[in-house]
């Protein structure tokens, strides 16, 4: 459509009546021989007969065979109650075999070790979900019994019963078999109430029997999951008639019993009853009862029970509700020939909510109206305006944004150049309080250095001495590389022993690590590795790496360090197994002033000193850290292969 025709479709539309407004045509009601009466009354005399012809065909549905679908829906849930006890009894069977050749329990067994059977029982309960498992003995005593608490999921662990009395354990213990095998099935009491378990024997690798293994599961879980499988409620008799569990609200009062219980002989006979009327709550019930049998084993009767009346009041309800669909669809038809005759309004109700739409600030609104006359015509220009402000926009947002990101760089750059004038600062506070400390610890060397001199020291003394000088000395130049840092000195390189170096560092903190109960390992070249490197530089970072591994292993532990060499490296590796580095402080230990020790233990500058010494040797340190196993620190440096030469010289 072009430009020129949009002021065209816009004054021929503006002849068309606004939503809200009615002409006088629009007033009169349609005559008979109008197209909307010929749409509407056709529609209206359709829609009546499939109507009365719909709720006849549905009320017949509904009302017929009530009691036979009941029936068989009694039938289908009792078979599917009955397959249910089925699979749970298989799945007992499948959890005992994997007890029974789990390697460690018959022999656990036979000595009679609770803790040893605990162990293996436990993980075994937990990963096929065990509720009850019972290990006994040749003399029909438990040793442990394992039941798992519904609510939290949690195994508790008792010493079990005598069960020398019941015949799921006696028939086991006398190597009775029955047509289905050495495994037997029955109903046992316990102080958590009833459970079904099945036995089996537990023998050792030379196939003598050692005891019996229970496995079982509470009669509540069992039948609760029945009524879930079978949409009915279940009930359990055990042989005597009796109501021993059942999934019926308030089924222990007395009502309840003399309506499910039956007499003994009534249970013996029983093979599948038809279903039964019964009244529970004052509401009509219908039941069918089966002889439970499992395993050859008869162990009571299954009842499913399901109510009677609720088939006719979902019939009621269908019916109901069809009959307002209906009514629904007659109502739907009369307005739908209206409407067809107010067609024509539509297009404009449509072009006015999407110019609302767009006046609220939604730009992605389209008419979606095509058409050739002056209607179309007005929604194709309104969605092509629609876009271009859609554009212009996103334009907008789009440079919006740009200047956004522009202003955050601006205010990184100001933090990172505040922090530069920090360090500056810092660096400067620092040259001026190295002169202080470097005197004391001139009067510490001199004195380290003349008190050996007396004839009257002990070798012991003459050894502290010794190490006081060396440590003052360390001490001087870790003031002074301090200051190198803050300047970043270039290191005076010198091909030099690093086997020696590493060895040094160990004997400095060799008094921290026994005081801290460290014990250390190392793996050294058996001869000296000869490498381009600052002594002194790469000995304060070896210093700093020790110290902080030992403080790392605040209740002791291992540290151990490394030395190796290949074709073009060489790697020197110091690992604690102390408390680890957490993730997220992994990508910051390096930073200066960055430390995770308490206030005045720490100033954030021994790994970010480090780091800068290893840059500036043309290496590098990596770290790698488990939380609760330990870190390992290693220093790459280049390896530049040197040869000895005459009287201790070296040539690279």
Known sequence: MSEETLPRAQTESAAQPLPGQTTSRSRRWPSLSGLQAKLIIPYVILTVIIAVVGMYVVTRLVTSSIRERIANQLVEASQVAADGIVRRERAQLDNLRSLVFTEGVAQALAKGDVTALQGRMIPLAFNYKVEAI???????????????DPATGQYAASPGGDFSQYPLVTRVLQGQTDPQGDKFVGLLDTPQGLYLFTSAPVRDLSGQLVGVM?????????????????????????????LVAATLAESDTLPVRRTLEMAPEEVAQLDVSAPRDIALYDRPYLARYARLVVRGEPLGALAVVLRSDYVVEGGTTSRDRILVIFAIGTIAVIILGYFLAQGIARPILRLRSVSQAVAAGDLKQHTGLRGGDEIGELAGAFDVMTDRLRERTDEILQRTEQLADANAKLQSAQQQLVQSEKLAAVGQLTAGIVHDVKNPLAIIVGLAEELPEHSDLNPVARKYLTTI????????????????????????????????????????????ARKGKVHVTKDLP??????????????????????????????????????????????????????????????????????????GEGTGLGLSTSYGIVARHGGRIDVASKVGEGTTFTIWLAAKPVKPKGNGEVKS
């Not at 790697?571 to 430390?595: E, M, S, Y």
Request: net charge negative.
């Open 134 to 148: 019972t290990a006994i003995n040749l003399q029909g005593q438990g040793l442990l019994t394992l039941v798992r």
């Open 214 to 242: 229970l496995v079982g599961t509470r009669l509540e879980t069992l039948l609760r999951e029945l009524k879930e499988q079978t949409a009915a409620d279940v009930v359990f008799l055990d042989n005597s008639g009796k």
């Open 469 to 512: 000088r060396d440590s003052a000395r360390r001490a001087n130049t870790i003031v002074t590389d301090l200051l190198k840092f803050a300047r970043e000195s270039t290191p005076e390189l010198k091909q030099q022993d690093l086997r020696d170096t590493v060895e040094t560092v160990l004997r400095l903190t060799d008094y921290l």
């Open 526 to 599: 058996a001869g000296p590795l000869l490498v381009m490197y600052d002594a002194v530089q790469i000995e304060q970072v070896m210093m700093n790496l020790v110290q902080n591994a030992i403080q790392a292993m605040p209740h002791g532990g291992t540290l151990h360090v490394s030395l190796s060499q290949s074709d073009e490296t060489i790697a020197v590796a110091v690992k604690d197994t102390g408390i680890g580095i957490p993730p997220q402080n992994l990508n910051r230990i390096f930073d200066p002033f960055f430390t995770t020790k308490p206030p």
